[in-house]
């Protein structure tokens, strides 16, 4: 299984990367699959760097925030208007209750129409995630797990060929964490916020040692991976934070860049 981090800056697009976006990758049937989680403002143009966007076989959506699902319209467009396209393509779409309806007001469908979420189609089956359930996509087993933010949102587990990959979608300590995390040979970890800047706001995002915390308390994850790190935030800052409660070296997520697992 291999990462590809499309995006990873936090809560906007930065001048050096765009917003969340991350490609998982795994070879069945004598092809790759591909599958998306999230697709922030920017991630559509630079994916377009790791593959033709139209093979994509599923986007799972951690949640409903510009950052992590701004380039579905434009996506959309791709889908069905490109000249190369001989026959319709059609991507499923995991993410929370009221995804549909919030693509269809983003693509600019007339307010009578927008609840009628057909109008998408084919390009997009759409699907709701909830909490603990999984489906299979090709070689991925995914499962969703319900997290702390202040919509409904979502950590993705994603399983292939023996390795696990949990990704946490925007968070602050919960105890989906342990769940999601447990046995990860990566784990992907939001670290927007910083000790001693945002200690009264709770229920957001993680600090670098929040992440590293739950990675501790899930047991036997071998790799922790920072990311979601807005511009403003000093990125060595949120490594030393998290290097504070992990026994190990604390990753940072770097724009374009793939990883095997």
């Known amino acids: 299984m291999k990462l590809i981090v499309v995006g990873c800056a936090g809560s906007y697009a930065g001048p ?5 976006c991350y490609l998982v990758q795994a070879e069945r049937d004598g092809r790759t699959w591909n599958i998306l989680l999230d697709i922030g403002n920017g991630a559509l143009g630079a994916l377009q760097r790791f593959i033709d966007p139209r093979t994509l076989d599923g986007i799972v959506l ?9 380039d579905l319209p434009g996506l959309h467009v791709m889908l069905r208007y490109h000249p190369d396209s001989e026959q319709p393509v059609t991507v499923p779409v995991w993410g929370p209750a009221g995804t549909a309806l919030r693509v269809s007001r983003a693509v600019g469908v007339s307010e009578a129409e927008v609840s009628d979420p057909s109008l998408l189609a084919p390009e997009f089956d759409f699907r709701d995630l909830s909490d603990g359930a999984s489906f299979v996509v090709g070689p991925f087993t995914v499962t969703s797990f319900r997290v702390n933010h202040p919509v409904e949102a979502y950590g993705v587990r994603i399983e292939a060929d023996g390795k696990v990959l949990a990704y946490t979608g925007d968070t602050d300590s919960s105890p989906a964490l342990t769940r999601l995390l447990a046995g990860a040979d990566l784990a992907l970890t939001d670290s927007a916020f910083c000790d001693g800047r945002d200690d009264e706001v709770r229920g957001v995002h ?3 040692s929040r992440a590293a915390e739950a990675a501790v308390a899930a047991g036997g994850v071998e790799r922790l991976m920072l990311t979601h ?3 403003w935030n ?7 934070q998290a290097a504070s409660n992990w026994p190990g070296d604390v990753e940072l997520a770097e724009p374009f860049a793939s990883y095997e697992l």
């Open 16 to 20: 050096d990367s765009p917003a969340s």
């Open 62 to 70: 951690s949640h409903l925030h510009a950052d992590h699902c701004a």
């Open 206 to 208: 993680l600090t670098g």
């Open 229 to 231: 790190i807005p511009a």
């Open 234 to 240: 000093d990125r060595e800052l949120c490594r030393a």
